[in-house]
Protein backbone atom coordinates (compact mmCIF):
# COMPACT_ATOMS: atom_id res chain seq x y z
CA UNK A 1 0.00 0.00 0.00
CA UNK A 2 1.31 3.41 -0.44
CA UNK A 3 3.60 4.79 2.54
CA UNK A 4 3.93 8.17 3.79
CA UNK A 5 3.97 11.40 1.45
CA UNK A 6 5.23 14.25 1.89
CA UNK A 7 5.01 17.62 0.01
CA UNK A 8 6.74 19.60 -1.47
CA UNK A 9 9.90 17.21 -1.54
CA UNK A 10 11.99 20.78 -1.62
CA UNK A 11 11.13 24.29 -0.71
CA UNK A 12 13.28 27.17 -0.84
CA UNK A 13 12.35 30.19 0.12
CA UNK A 14 13.58 34.22 1.36
CA UNK A 15 14.18 34.57 4.99
CA UNK A 16 11.42 36.08 6.42
CA UNK A 17 8.76 34.21 4.58
CA UNK A 18 5.86 31.62 6.25
CA UNK A 19 5.91 27.90 4.70
CA UNK A 20 3.64 24.99 5.10
CA UNK A 21 4.28 21.31 5.06
CA UNK A 22 2.61 18.93 4.14
CA UNK A 23 2.80 15.03 5.71
CA UNK A 24 -0.02 12.43 4.73
CA UNK A 25 0.00 9.31 7.27
CA UNK A 26 -0.45 5.82 5.87
CA UNK A 27 -3.97 5.32 6.29
CA UNK A 28 -5.69 4.28 9.35
CA UNK A 29 -2.53 5.49 11.89
CA UNK A 30 -3.15 7.37 14.49
CA UNK A 31 -0.30 8.14 15.64
CA UNK A 32 2.05 10.79 13.47
CA UNK A 33 5.21 12.74 14.47
CA UNK A 34 7.64 15.85 13.21
CA UNK A 35 11.43 15.56 12.99
CA UNK A 36 14.14 17.30 11.96
CA UNK A 37 17.33 16.29 10.10
CA UNK A 38 19.73 18.88 9.89
CA UNK A 39 23.57 18.95 9.53
CA UNK A 40 24.44 20.99 12.92
CA UNK A 41 22.00 18.69 14.97
CA UNK A 42 21.36 15.21 13.71
CA UNK A 43 17.70 14.05 13.97
CA UNK A 44 15.44 15.83 16.22
CA UNK A 45 11.73 15.23 17.50
CA UNK A 46 9.66 18.00 16.73
CA UNK A 47 5.88 17.14 17.51
CA UNK A 48 3.79 14.07 18.08
CA UNK A 49 -0.53 13.73 17.23
CA UNK A 50 -2.27 10.80 18.40
CA UNK A 51 -4.93 11.85 16.23
CA UNK A 52 -6.18 15.38 16.34
CA UNK A 53 -4.39 16.03 19.72
CA UNK A 54 -0.71 16.91 20.02
CA UNK A 55 -0.14 15.84 23.58
CA UNK A 56 3.57 16.22 22.90
CA UNK A 57 4.84 19.70 21.42
CA UNK A 58 8.33 19.57 23.13
CA UNK A 59 10.38 19.90 20.41
CA UNK A 60 8.93 22.58 18.41
CA UNK A 61 12.50 25.12 18.74
CA UNK A 62 10.76 27.94 18.99
CA UNK A 63 6.50 29.78 18.44
CA UNK A 64 7.53 30.34 15.06
CA UNK A 65 6.96 26.52 14.52
CA UNK A 66 3.32 25.16 14.71
CA UNK A 67 1.59 22.48 13.61
CA UNK A 68 -1.87 21.03 13.02
CA UNK A 69 -3.81 17.60 11.47
CA UNK A 70 -7.22 17.41 10.65
CA UNK A 71 -9.51 14.56 10.61
CA UNK A 72 -6.73 12.30 12.27
CA UNK A 73 -5.40 12.16 8.89
CA UNK A 74 -3.16 15.05 6.84
CA UNK A 75 -0.80 17.13 9.20
CA UNK A 76 0.86 20.92 7.99
CA UNK A 77 3.60 22.28 9.87
CA UNK A 78 3.81 25.71 9.43
CA UNK A 79 7.21 27.80 10.14
CA UNK A 80 6.34 31.32 10.31
CA UNK A 81 9.09 34.19 9.55
CA UNK A 82 11.65 31.55 8.36
CA UNK A 83 15.60 32.01 9.17
CA UNK A 84 18.46 30.12 8.07
CA UNK A 85 18.47 28.19 10.84
CA UNK A 86 15.14 26.07 10.05
CA UNK A 87 17.17 25.09 6.22
CA UNK A 88 16.77 21.48 7.10
CA UNK A 89 14.68 18.59 5.85
CA UNK A 90 11.94 17.94 7.90
CA UNK A 91 10.32 14.61 7.85
CA UNK A 92 7.14 12.88 9.28
CA UNK A 93 6.78 9.68 10.30
CA UNK A 94 3.28 7.00 11.55
CA UNK A 95 2.66 4.62 13.46
CA UNK A 96 -0.72 2.37 14.32
CA UNK A 97 0.27 1.29 17.64
CA UNK A 98 -0.32 2.99 20.92
CA UNK A 99 2.76 3.28 22.10
CA UNK A 100 4.00 4.05 18.68
CA UNK A 101 6.97 1.92 18.74
CA UNK A 102 6.96 1.21 14.84
CA UNK A 103 7.30 4.35 12.99
CA UNK A 104 6.94 4.46 9.07
CA UNK A 105 8.89 7.74 7.79
CA UNK A 106 7.93 9.71 4.45
CA UNK A 107 11.10 10.73 2.27
CA UNK A 108 11.12 14.34 3.50
CA UNK A 109 10.65 17.95 2.67
CA UNK A 110 14.09 19.77 2.27
CA UNK A 111 13.53 22.93 3.09
CA UNK A 112 16.08 26.07 2.22
CA UNK A 113 16.08 29.55 3.49
CA UNK A 114 18.26 31.51 1.38
CA UNK B 1 16.80 12.45 29.31
CA UNK B 2 18.31 9.79 27.50
CA UNK B 3 20.81 10.06 24.37
CA UNK B 4 22.27 7.95 22.04
CA UNK B 5 25.56 7.99 20.98
CA UNK B 6 26.91 6.32 18.13
CA UNK B 7 31.03 6.71 18.05
CA UNK B 8 31.94 6.03 14.62
CA UNK B 9 30.84 9.30 12.02
CA UNK B 10 32.11 7.08 9.30
CA UNK B 11 33.07 3.42 8.73
CA UNK B 12 34.80 1.82 5.07
CA UNK B 13 34.43 -1.64 4.70
CA UNK B 14 34.77 -3.85 1.23
CA UNK B 15 32.30 -5.65 -0.13
CA UNK B 16 32.28 -8.76 1.58
CA UNK B 17 33.54 -8.27 4.97
CA UNK B 18 31.91 -7.98 8.04
CA UNK B 19 30.39 -5.17 10.07
CA UNK B 20 29.94 -4.32 13.38
CA UNK B 21 28.03 -0.49 14.04
CA UNK B 22 28.11 0.71 17.50
CA UNK B 23 25.71 2.19 19.65
CA UNK B 24 25.83 3.64 23.47
CA UNK B 25 22.54 4.74 24.99
CA UNK B 26 22.39 6.22 28.22
CA UNK B 27 18.77 5.52 29.40
CA UNK B 28 19.04 3.30 32.72
CA UNK B 29 15.60 1.81 32.71
CA UNK B 30 14.29 -1.11 29.27
CA UNK B 31 15.21 1.10 26.59
CA UNK B 32 13.14 0.69 23.47
CA UNK B 33 15.82 0.24 20.63
CA UNK B 34 15.94 0.34 16.86
CA UNK B 35 18.52 0.58 14.09
CA UNK B 36 17.30 2.87 10.56
CA UNK B 37 18.93 3.04 7.32
CA UNK B 38 18.71 6.18 4.99
CA UNK B 39 19.79 6.11 1.82
CA UNK B 40 20.63 9.44 0.08
CA UNK B 41 17.33 11.34 -0.73
CA UNK B 42 15.55 8.82 0.98
CA UNK B 43 13.57 8.60 4.25
CA UNK B 44 14.47 6.42 7.00
CA UNK B 45 13.60 2.96 7.00
CA UNK B 46 13.58 0.68 9.69
CA UNK B 47 16.41 -2.65 10.18
CA UNK B 48 15.22 -3.99 13.45
CA UNK B 49 14.16 -2.98 17.11
CA UNK B 50 14.78 -4.58 20.39
CA UNK B 51 11.87 -4.49 23.45
CA UNK B 52 12.59 -7.13 25.20
CA UNK B 53 13.11 -10.98 25.52
CA UNK B 54 16.29 -12.37 23.63
CA UNK B 55 19.24 -10.08 23.65
CA UNK B 56 20.00 -10.50 20.12
CA UNK B 57 17.27 -9.88 17.08
CA UNK B 58 17.33 -10.30 13.85
CA UNK B 59 16.43 -7.84 11.30
CA UNK B 60 15.22 -7.14 7.03
CA UNK B 61 18.36 -7.48 4.82
CA UNK B 62 20.29 -9.64 6.35
CA UNK B 63 21.18 -7.43 9.83
CA UNK B 64 21.24 -8.16 13.07
CA UNK B 65 21.83 -6.53 16.63
CA UNK B 66 22.63 -7.59 20.22
CA UNK B 67 21.12 -5.73 23.60
CA UNK B 68 24.33 -5.57 25.54
CA UNK B 69 22.97 -3.89 28.97
CA UNK B 70 26.00 -4.71 30.98
CA UNK B 71 27.61 -2.51 28.23
CA UNK B 72 24.70 -0.08 27.59
CA UNK B 73 25.07 -1.03 23.75
CA UNK B 74 23.31 -2.21 20.72
CA UNK B 75 25.16 -2.70 18.18
CA UNK B 76 24.17 -3.59 14.71
CA UNK B 77 26.06 -6.20 12.70
CA UNK B 78 25.97 -8.33 9.56
CA UNK B 79 28.44 -10.93 8.33
CA UNK B 80 29.10 -10.18 4.83
CA UNK B 81 28.54 -6.75 3.34
CA UNK B 82 26.92 -5.79 -0.16
CA UNK B 83 27.87 -2.79 -2.40
CA UNK B 84 24.20 -1.80 -1.16
CA UNK B 85 24.75 -1.58 2.06
CA UNK B 86 26.18 1.87 1.88
CA UNK B 87 23.83 4.49 3.55
CA UNK B 88 23.94 5.99 6.83
CA UNK B 89 22.62 4.34 9.90
CA UNK B 90 20.84 5.42 13.58
CA UNK B 91 20.63 4.23 16.36
CA UNK B 92 17.49 5.17 18.26
CA UNK B 93 15.88 4.76 21.82
CA UNK B 94 12.58 5.16 22.39
CA UNK B 95 12.51 5.14 25.78
CA UNK B 96 11.06 7.47 28.32
CA UNK B 97 12.11 8.53 31.85
CA UNK B 98 8.80 8.95 33.10
CA UNK B 99 5.15 9.29 32.36
CA UNK B 100 3.96 8.15 28.73
CA UNK B 101 5.80 6.94 26.44
CA UNK B 102 4.77 8.26 23.33
CA UNK B 103 7.11 6.45 21.25
CA UNK B 104 9.35 9.89 20.37
CA UNK B 105 12.95 8.76 18.71
CA UNK B 106 16.11 9.56 19.94
CA UNK B 107 18.45 9.22 17.40
CA UNK B 108 22.43 8.94 17.39
CA UNK B 109 24.48 11.32 15.23
CA UNK B 110 24.53 8.22 12.55
CA UNK B 111 27.90 6.71 10.95
CA UNK B 112 27.91 6.72 7.59
CA UNK B 113 29.04 3.70 5.75
CA UNK B 114 31.16 3.45 2.41
CA UNK B 115 31.62 0.13 0.75
CA UNK B 116 34.56 -0.44 -1.41
CA UNK B 117 34.29 -3.14 -4.27
Known amino acids: GAGVSQSPSNKVTEKGKDVELRCDPI?????LYWYRQSLGQGLEFLIYFQGNSAPDKSGLPSDRFSAERTGGSVSTLTIQRTQQEDSAVYLC????????????FGPGTRLTVT | AQSVTQPDIHITVSEGASLELRCNYSYGATPYLFWYVQSPGQGLQLLLKYFSGDTLVQGIKGFEAEFKRSQSSFNLRKPSVHWSDAAEYFC???????????????FGQGTILTVHP
Open chain 1, 27 to 31: SGHTA
Open chain 2, 92 to 106: ADASNAGGTSYGKLT
Open chain 1, 93 to 104: ASSDTIPSYEQY
